[in-house]
């Protein structure tokens, strides 16, 4: 989803071809310590939290966001998200629901906390990110 396109039409496509990632499961950044500098994580804690809230503003609620759906690209360490199955999208409520729906659901409040988890135990210092709510 690039911002350009209407989301509904994913959903109607027969086939969606998808570009091959090479990279990192998220969910594996434990055991990559070698590969990815811990210095670097807390910056890839910052990438996955705005990638979920640029998604949110893109209309879109990702009822199963994790970090097994998140890939760190191996080249440059950017982070992706690969799985969009379990999604609603916001032209189907009212505002009223929509908001009680993103605020239930909390994607960027999860990953954010898995992530600050994460850089405490494996890294040894505690993650605080001061953000600004988007709400």
């Known amino acids: ?25 998220l969910n594996d950044l434990p055991s990559l310590k070698s590969e990815i500098p811990t210095n ?3 910056k890839i804690a910052d990438e996955v ?7 949110g503003k893109m209309g879109v609620l990702n009822r199963d966001v ?9 080249s440059d360490f950017k982070v992706v998200q690969i799985e969009f199955c379990m999604c609603e999208f916001r032209e189907d409520f009212d505002a009223y629901e929509w908001k009680r729906r993103k605020c239930r659901e909390d994607e960027e409040g999860n990953l954010g ?21 988007d709400t």
Not at 3 to 19: D, K
Not at 49 to 55: A, K, Y
Not at 66 to 74: D, V
Request: no cysteine; hydrophobic share 45%.
């Open 40 to 42: 670097l994580w807390p």
């Open 113 to 133: 906390i898995w992530m600050q988890e994460i850089i405490e135990e494996h890294v040894g210092k505690a993650l605080w990110v001061d953000r600004p709510s």
């Open 66 to 74: 994790g970090p097994r759906n998140m890939l760190i690209q191996k």
């Open 1 to 25: 989803i690039d911002g350009r396109t209407n989301s509904r039409a994913f959903i109607h496509s027969a086939r969606i071809l998808l570009e091959y990632v090479d990279g990192y499961g």
């Open 49 to 55: 939290v705005d990638l979920i809230i640029t998604i």
